[in-house]
Antibody, heavy 117, light 110 residues
Framework: EVQLVESGGGLVQPGGSLRLSCAAS????????MDWVRQAPGKGLEWVGR??????????DYDASVKGRFTISRDDSKNSLYLQMNSLKTEDTALYYC????????WGQGTLVTVSS | QSVLTQPPSASGTPGQRVTISCAGS????????VNWYQQFPGTAPKLLFY???QRPSGVPDRFSASKSGTSASLAISGLQSEDEADYYC???????????FGGGTKLTVL
């Protein structure tokens, strides 16, 4: 059974940093692109970024709103995906989901990030 | 302002057929596949369709999806109360080099 479990969310002050993790199981993690998607309270879905597989040089893409502040990485040996978030803004407050690429059927349950003073 | 445009709300009575539209452009829907998601409050989105009209196992055939040019649509026939949820379309945008979502449509079953 495919499982994605996010962790690392919490309350952080504007300008601060946070690192989210996504633990994957039930599939060959190294073969898949992985995305981060977020959802602000009461709002719609917003794509954050993607990391491709080793076969695609672990290349990454980001939404313009987070480019230069957020970094996506992965550790295939640990079946884990990461989202390093720096220079956080209040508008980054959201539930952050990791999602498996390919047929985008698998999502985690999300981890809540609150940016507030 | 979302790159993909959906009506913010839709409604129907039990048994009716409702359609939700998703308008895009040549850089997204016009050149890449569309996915549709269903989301209930407090839960992660559930994939309803991928590759424009492919239904994952477990999705009732009351749900159908189609695409034409730079627009896509989701149809639900034989509407049921449990279909009340938010629905999102999504596609890859080659100009933005990123995935784009519609703003979401809140479906109410009257």
């Amino acid at each position: 059974e495919v499982q994605l479990v996010e962790s690392g969310g919490g309350l952080v002050q504007p300008g601060g940093s946070l690192r989210l993790s996504c633990a994957a199981s039930g599939f060959t993690f190294s073969d898949h692109y992985m995305d981060w998607v977020r959802q602000a309270p009461g709002k719609g879905l917003e794509w954050v970024g993607r990391t491709r597989s080793k076969a695609n040089s672990y290349s990454t893409d980001y939404d313009a709103s987070v480019k230069g502040r957020f970094t996506i990485s992965r550790d295939d040996s640990k079946n884990s995906l990461y989202l390093q978030m720096n220079s956080l803004k209040t508008e980054d407050t959201a539930l952050y989901y990791c999602m498996r690429g390919g047929i985008p059927q698998y999502w985690g349950q999300g981890t809540l990030v609150t940016v507030s003073s | 302002q979302s790159v993909l445009t959906q009506p913010p709300s839709a409604s129907g009575t039990p048994g009716q057929r409702v359609t939700i539209s998703c308008a895009g452009s040549s850089s997204n829907i016009g050149s890449n596949v569309v996915n549709w998601y269903q989301q209930f409050p407090g839960t992660a989105p559930k994939l309803l369709f991928y590759s424009d009209d492919q239904r994952p196992s477990g999705v009732p055939d009351r749900f159908s999806a189609s695409k034409s040019g730079t627009s896509a649509s989701l149809a639900i026939s034989g509407l049921q109360s449990e279909d009340e949820a938010d629905y999102y379309c999504a596609a890859w945008d080659v100009s933005l080099n990123g995935r784009v979502f519609g703003g979401g449509t809140k479906l109410t079953v009257l």
